[in-house]
């Protein structure tokens, strides 16, 4: 036994015993956790960072949310729907107070939602056919449609990027392109404005006047019991660092557990490694459409032929028990999965089509500028093996290395790659971001408007309105396997497969939600 | 004396102008935008230009630079883009860590290095002296994080005696400071004290053979008093300014001691803004390091004259 461990169990034992002799109360119980990134930005509608949707998780509520099957079920709210599909209700349930002991109303909502409409992908085309949102009473809120939209519930339930959490209205207010100041949801946990510290840490605790629902945990829905006093995320740049504090009791999580060091741990019976969720991430490769040689289609489906998933996946993740090679844009498993169109990708590539390919299509070597965030974990490995395998196939790749901040400048640049723009970059999605049309980001082909690299694409606009249009899951299906196919004979972009960085905890720690995104009620922490 | 503590703190305001104009235009011309940090990967062009709008950053540079000076003057160093937090807070809280651990680590490395290079000088060509110049390379050669992961893996990992990681200030006890700024403190002082010691060593070479100490050997003074009141006294010159050099360097950041032992000083705060391309957080976090290095070198140069009664302001 360590000494720091003698020592803590002296003051724990010591603690309990004061605080029986004051009266029985039960010492704090703190869970300390190392999170996959430093949360620096609070407003969980300004931007889709995953640690900033994490904190929101924390303190805000939802309307509606996924159980574990993914179904949408009532969170703070009842939800019906008319008939014609074109109205819904919101009924809010009893006992909701924001943490400044302010009731949440109707009002709250309308203008939660709306400030979310104008940031999200998908809030954005419900907002296109919103015909009227408006609070009928404290308790009620009716969104009125002027046409069908399939996965409104789904939109509105998703758990990422950006769930329309709901605020108080003066913070909702907000234009959506500036970073709300007051951090106040209706969460299970409360925030500590004076404990943030950005690049430090931030401190939750327990929300006392939260009335979770009477039903069980189950995904994002259900109560949302707490069973612990605070939670403290830290930062803490080297994995390294964050593994000796693991080991040594100074925290009990580390989120995301890099998988080289994956061996420190074994052996270690009161530390545990494992999969939160049976979804991650799908790595993708995106290329830019306005400008040669991509914006040829033959050499877009030429750089398709090229690459392979398994050595971009191996490459990123090191083991096998941490990646899945899936051609599915919409992820394998989830019921919108289609395979079609990547079936060299998912195999060996075919480097030889590809060449042929090339010379159809006239390829005279203009360079192919692919961008490398080299301090990435994350992102750098991908396109050093994609590079590879398009020179391989006969393309002139200019690799660029930079840091991912100068990658995600240029990447907005619409200008020829020799003028500063670019041809290809990769990045990394959470998968429940890219589980339909009406979310995924790199489906967009309005050209200058859409996602970076900017297709001009009407067939898969159309595509994604019948998707929306679509009344039954049978639909939906039908729509969605049309989409994958488009997407990858026009080569939208490249799914690069699907990985999940394991978990490590003290296993002093139970009971976690098995969700993509890490929550913390739930949980509980014994005495070690 | 004070007539020249006044005009070196004068001159003091056109280096933080230059420094002030050199650092806003550097972080302006080099790549980077914040509004795309802050928006997270799926924002489109569209959206990045409203937030570049809202925080102001399309604007001319000139107006830019003018706002920012203008709220220096007021004593308002702006806000965070990313994080929206008031960058006197930002930099206020790394800065007592930072200060500490220097304090710490320089006070380790003086007591450990001038004994070492009295002792090398004295013992000039002897095993003593190889020995401690084997150490001053051996200080010199090793980088900084091994020497971390070494003490971390002995006292921390294996032993069990320390915690590996986090930072306690001072006031929360000497114990639980020390407990957790040992480590990283003597992974720092491992460098210093091999730079001090052969310092100390080459300055004392120089004066030991001077014709007044030869004369105070005469006269029978000890040895002891010799080396360390008549010989260190003229060697402290050089010796005060690597220290004082050493303690600007310290507090203006030292990333990867901060990193492995998870310390929030001003090394990792400044490696962040400067990744997230937080310009309001940088150019205070510059002029703060100027400001220090100035006001260091200042405080070097008077100190000259305590050691030399010749040197006169």
Request: proline content about 6%.
């Amino acid at each position: 036994m360590t000494h720091s461990k003698t020592l803590s169990m002296k003051a724990g034992l010591f603690a309990s015993v004061f605080a029986l002799a004051a009266g029985g109360a039960l010492a704090e119980t703190t869970v300390t956790a190392v999170m996959h990134s430093d949360l620096r930005v609070l407003d969980p509608v300004i931007t889709t960072a995953h640690i900033t949707r994490d904190h929101a998780y924390m303190i805000y509520d939802v309307l509606v949310a996924e159980d574990e099957t993914g179904k949408i079920q009532p969170q703070m709210a009842d939800v019906t729907a008319s008939d014609d599909g074109l109205t819904y209700t919101f009924t809010l349930r009893d006992g909701l107070k924001f943490h400044d002991g302010a009731p949440v109303t109707g009002a709250d909502v309308v203008a939660s939602l709306q400030r979310w409409g104008k940031r999200d992908t998908g809030g954005q085309m419900i907002m296109d056919v919103t015909a009227s949102l408006e609070a009928k009473d404290d308790k009620t809120v009716v969104w009125a449609l002027s046409a069908p939209f399939g996965p409104f519930l789904e939109t509105v339930g998703k758990q990422s990027a950006l769930p329309p959490f709901i605020m108080p209205a003066r913070i909702a207010q907000t234009p959506a392109d500036q970073a709300i100041q007051e951090h106040i949801g209706s969460g299970p946990f409360k925030f500590v404005t004076e404990e943030f510290q950005p690049g430090v840490g931030a401190t939750y605790v327990k929300n006392e006047e939260y009335v979770p629902r009477s039903e069980p945990a189950s995904g994002y829905a259900g109560g949302k019991v707490v069973n612990v006093d605070k939670v403290r995320w830290l930062t803490m740049p080297d994995s390294q660092t964050a593994v000796n504090a693991l080991q040594s009791g100074d925290i009990d999580l580390i989120e995301s557990m890099p998988v080289d060091l994956i061996p420190l741990l074994e052996g270690d019976d009161t530390v545990a490694v494992e999969k939160r969720a049976a979804f991650g991430f799908q790595t993708m490769g995106r290329m830019n459409f306005k400008h040669p040689p991509f914006d040829n289609p033959k050499i877009r489906q030429a750089a398709l032929l090229a690459m392979s998933q398994e050595p971009v996946l191996a490459a990123l993740t090191a083991s096998p028990e941490y990646y899945q090679v899936c051609g599915a844009i919409f992820g394998c498993g989830t019921r919108l999965e289609s395979t079609t169109g990547t079936e060299t990708l998912t195999a060996a590539g075919n480097p030889e089509a590809a060449k042929k390919l090339l010379e159809e299509a006239g390829y005279d070597g203009t360079p192919v500028v692919l961008m490398q965030p080299t301090e990435a974990p994350t992102l750098k490995a991908q396109p050093v093996v994609a590079a590879q395998q398009l020179r391989a196939a006969g393309f002139n790749v200019d690799m660029q290395p930079m840091d991912w901040q100068t990658l995600v400048t240029r990447r907005a640049s619409m200008e020829a790659p020799a003028n500063g723009g670019w041809n290809m970059f990769f990045t990394n999605w959470q998968m429940s971001e890219v589980a339909n049309p009406v979310i995924s980001v790199m489906l967009n082909g309005r050209g200058d408007t859409a996602w970076f690299g900017w297709p001009d694409d009407p067939k898969i606009e159309e595509l994604r309105k019948e998707f929306i249009a679509a009344a039954t899951p049978e639909a939906q299906k039908a729509a969605a396997d049309k989409i994958q196919a488009h997407a990858m004979e026009t080569v939208s972009y490249v799914p690069l497969g699907e990985y999940n960085f394991p978990q490590a905890r003290r296993t002093v720690l139970t009971d976690m939600a098995p969700t993509p995104v890490p929550v913390f009620w739930g949980l509980k922490k014994s005495e070690e | 004396m004070l007539s020249y503590i006044f005009k070196r703190v004068l001159s003091v305001v056109p280096v933080l102008f230059l420094v002030s104009v050199f650092v806003f235009l550097m972080l302006r011309l080099t790549p980077g935008d914040p509004a795309a940090i802050l928006a997270g990967d799926n924002a489109t062009p569209e959206t990045l230009q409203r937030i570049r709008d809202a925080m102001g950053l399309n604007e001319p540079l000139l107006t830019q630079y003018v706002k920012w000076i203008a709220g220096i003057l007021r004593g308002d160093f702006g806000t965070s883009l990313i994080s929206g937090v008031e960058v006197l807070d930002l930099v206020a809280k790394r800065v007592g860590p930072s200060i500490s651990l220097a304090v710490l680590t320089i006070i380790i490395a003086v007591l450990v290095a001038i004994p070492m290079g009295v002792i090398a000088a004295w013992k000039h060509r002897s095993w003593v002296d190889y020995l401690v110049m084997s150490f001053s390379v051996l200080g010199f050669s090793v980088p900084v994080f091994l020497v971390g992961y070494v003490l971390l893996l002995v006292f921390s990992v294996k032993l069990g005696w320390l915690p590996p990681q986090g930072f306690k200030p001072l006031s929360a006890g000497i114990a639980p400071f020390l407990e957790r700024a040992i480590l990283p403190a003597l992974t720092l002082a491992s460098i210093y004290i091999a730079l001090i010691a052969r310092m100390t060593r080459a300055a004392m070479l120089d004066v030991l053979n001077e014709d007044y100490i030869r004369t105070a050997r005469a006269k029978g003074v000890g040895e002891r008093r010799i080396l360390f009141v008549h010989a260190l006294k003229n060697a402290a010159v050089p010796i005060a300014t690597i220290v004082g050099a050493g303690f600007a360097l310290l507090i203006s950041g030292v990333v990867v001691t901060e990193t492995i032992f998870n310390i929030p000083g001003i090394g990792r705060l400044t490696v962040d803004a400067v990744l997230a391309r937080d310009y309001p957080v940088i150019q205070a976090l510059i002029l703060l390091t100027a400001s220090v290095y100035v006001a260091i070198n200042l405080l070097i140069d008077l100190s000259y004259s305590l050691f030399d009664p010749r040197i006169r302001y």
